[in-house]
């Protein structure tokens, strides 16, 4: 497995404690703006650590207009609105519900991979591709609540977060095509992350005071939500970093399917973390079974 890969799979883990601690202090706080402000604010110094240690600030100054707008469109897409969304619907229908659907981003991404960037597509990957749709299907025929009453038809708040979670997948399909022309140009994961997060930075602090949503946030409890979220924060900025390092050495047909398998480390860690926030059925594991399933076919 190349180098690339492993990088993948470090930041599929990564990226799951970030959803699963999330997935909590979203459910204190009552809202999802907060844990995605957060979650940008703390990866800039985190990001910027990692460039100081690289050594890769001449990377930053070199950057093109065309890089410079692509990068800027990741930090809005996938930062923003991908995680917005998906916050979203992990506080409306939980992290283990909500994951199958977001896994249907590389179904995007191997579409759009195959028309800009002529990366191939065989017939694994499109079996692979509906494994991952059967997997999200049997998702919605869970009936059962976390109380463990069971429902005939969706609430209101399942339909949102189902629609919400498929939203993140589409943010989240889309930015890999973006990313990858953008890091192989720049040879520089830590630098392109630097400047997405930038970008996402300045417009949700533009955002906070626009719509006062500062004084909100600081009415929340530290230790009981703004702590977490921080943490948090920093497991999805290090698996972004890992993210984008794995898109510079690998394709992104391959990369963003792979990545997928943080559906089983999310299903294990809400076991852990979650158990009362979340639903644990033969539905829910077989839906992420299958979508495992998919994703192993992408390597036949």
């Not at 404690?17 to 009552?30: C, E, K, L, Y």
């Amino acid at each position: 497995m190349e180098i690339g890969l492993v990088f993948a799979l470090f930041s599929a883990l990564s990226f799951s404690v970030g959803m699963v601690i999330v997935r909590r202090a979203s459910a204190d706080a009552g809202e999802s703006f907060s844990a995605t402000a957060l979650s940008i604010f703390i990866g800039l110094p985190f990001f910027a650590i990692a460039i100081l240690i690289s050594g890769e600030w001449n990377a930053l100054i070199h950057v093109s207009v065309k890089i410079l707008g692509l990068l800027a469109a990741v930090g809005v897409v996938h930062f923003i609105a991908g995680r917005l969304l998906a916050y979203s619907s992990f506080r409306l229908i939980g992290a283990n519900r909500a994951t199958p659907f977001i896994q249907a981003s590389p179904i995007c991404t191997i579409i759009l991979s195959l028309i800009f960037l002529d990366e191939p597509l065989t017939g694994f990957i499109a079996l692979g591709a509906l494994f991952m749709l059967a997997g999200a299907y049997l998702i919605t025929r869970e009936k059962n609540s976390v109380s463990g009453e069971v429902k005939k038809k969706f609430t209101r708040d399942e339909v949102k977060g189902i629609l919400l979670a498929l939203g993140a997948a589409v943010c989240w399909g889309i930015t890999p095509v973006l990313i990858k022309p953008a890091v192989t140009e720049i040879g520089s994961a830590a630098s392109g992350t630097m400047i997405a997060y930038f970008t996402a930075s300045i417009i949700i602090a533009l955002m906070m005071l626009k719509n006062s949503r500062f004084s909100g946030l600081k009415k929340l409890p530290f230790k009981k939500v703004v702590l977490p979220m921080l943490i948090a924060g920093v497991f999805t900025a290090a698996g972004q970093l890992l993210a984008f390092i794995s898109l510079e050495t690998s394709p992104a047909n391959i990369v963003s399917p792979l990545m997928s398998i943080q559906i089983l480390f999310v299903f294990f860690l809400s076991w852990l973390i979650n158990r009362r926030l979340e639903i644990f059925s033969w539905k829910v594991a077989l839906g992420m079974a299958a979508t495992l399933a998919g994703t192993v076919l992408l390597f036949l």
